[in-house]
């Protein structure tokens, strides 16, 4: 059986040449020492962090009014099951 690529029951020729190479582990990381691998990390931080969208003013007043707008109606819906609940159980228990 075939594929796109050659027969599957046989290696190419690519991964036989690549299955004798005696490299190093590790890869690219093992070439590379730990300052200069933190130095890369921090650089790469840098980088994704000038890719972000910043919220504008309005929208991160309108986001933060929203949230603790939630935040509180969450804290309403608890305190008053729980306040049900104890009730409840008083009722119950005596």
Known sequence: MTDAVGSIDTPDADEVQ?????????GKRAKKGPL???????RQIIAE????????????TSYT?????????MIALV?????GINHAAK????
């Open 18 to 26: 690549e299955s004798k190479k005696k490299g190093r582990k590790g």
């Open 36 to 42: 200069k691998r933190l130095a890369t990390f921090y």
């Open 49 to 60: 962090l000038r890719k972000v969208v910043w919220p504008t003013r309005n929208q991160l």
């Open 65 to 73: 009014t929203v949230v603790i707008f939630f935040v509180a109606v």
């Open 79 to 83: 305190t008053v099951i729980d306040y």
């Open 91 to 94: 009722y119950v228990f005596g």
